[in-house]
């Protein structure tokens, strides 16, 4: 893979920029929340109409489920998402979940080392792309001609299980550091849409290497979102209220970022409007490809 440089040094989004909640269309919300909670050690607590929010050991959401039994089923080769990542503190927490993967009997799709980061990869009962990871320490990065190396490996599950040797006592829930560490959509095709996350938005492009794909951070990040057309080139949203991704956020730390944010989106006459469930400083607005994207403070 290879990295660049931002399309627009001028338009750079705040290097502390995180993710967010990321917001689903379940068919089934209890058969999801037991899922979330005993597959994945989420706490989970009912809202406002019947949505379901899952957090972490502090209470802070990082998902949030929307149950609607009569739901069109997931469209794979639609625009949305095509996993939300859920980034753990250390590799012993990796290994922990792990753990309770195998004693749940959950199905893993995949499990990669991709140099910065070690993966696991699953779905959950509707089909929603999950990838449960851990970043190596940054100074552990490797750069190669001034650019970031990443790669898919495969994972020995064996030695991350070894770290299990090292616990005291179990983990049934992720802990306080757990949260979204990014979240990778599908998207119709690539061009228009790094103009929107890189010109726009202002994330930087690090990693153009895989066909088809682009990653996009902040401060440095390996990615805080992957954009693929692997399934959905050329293809449009969903239909409206289908299974999957009903919205996701991304985080800046104050105001002033998100005013010189919503300044270039407004400089380009891309739609905005209030997001009022995200509090009153939550703005709503859409990629080229018509995934919902919320911008807010942190």
């Known amino acids: 893979m290879t990295s660049s440089a931002p399309t627009d040094a001028r338009a750079t989004i705040d290097p502390l920029t995180s993710m967010g909640t990321v917001h689903l269309t379940v068919s089934d919300v209890e058969r999801s929340r037991t899922f979330y909670e005993r597959v994945l050690g989420l706490r989970s607590s009912e809202q406002d109409g019947g949505e379901v929010a899952l957090a ?4 802070r959401t990082l998902v949030q489920l929307h149950g609607n039994s009569s739901a069109p089923a997931l469209d794979r080769r639609a625009t949305g998402l095509f996993h939300l990542a859920v980034l753990l503190p250390t590799r012993l927490d990796l290994a922990f979940a792990l753990a309770r993967l195998s004693a749940s009997r959950w199905p893993l799709d995949g499990a990669s080392d991709h140099l910065v980061s070690e993966a696991l990869y699953l779905s959950d009962p509707d089909g929603n792309g999950i990838e449960i990871y851990r970043d190596r320490p940054r100074e552990e990065w490797r750069v190669r001609d001034g650019q970031l190396e990443m790669a898919t490996l495969p994972l ?24 979204i560490g990014h979240v990778h959509l599908q998207v119709s095709e690539l061009a228009e849409t790094e103009r929107f996350y890189a010109g726009v938005l202002g994330f930087e492009v690090m990693v ?33 209220g289908a299974i999957g991704l009903r919205q ?30 995200m509090g009153p400083d939550g703005r709503s607005l859409r990629d080229p490809s018509g995934n919902a994207v919320v911008l807010r403070t942190a």
């Not at 599950?157 to 949260?179: F, I, K, N, S, Y």
């Not at 066909?211 to 959905?232: E, I």
């Not at 985080?251 to 005013?259: F, K, R, S, Y």
């Open 56 to 59: 972490r050991e502090d209470d």
């Open 156 to 179: 020995d599950l064996r030695d991350v299980a070894g770290e299990l040797a090292a616990a005291t006592e179990a983990q049934p829930h992720v802990p306080a550091g757990t949260r």
């Open 208 to 240: 153009r290497g895989y066909p088809g794909a682009l990653f996009v951070a902040a401060g440095g990040y390996h990615h805080h979102l992957g954009l693929n057309t692997w399934n959905s080139a050329g293809s449009g949203p969903p239909v409206p």
């Open 248 to 277: 996701y956020e991304i985080q800046v730390p104050d105001l002033a970022a998100l005013d010189s944010v919503l300044a270039r989106v407004e400089e380009q006459g891309i739609p905005i409007v209030a997001a009022e469930e």
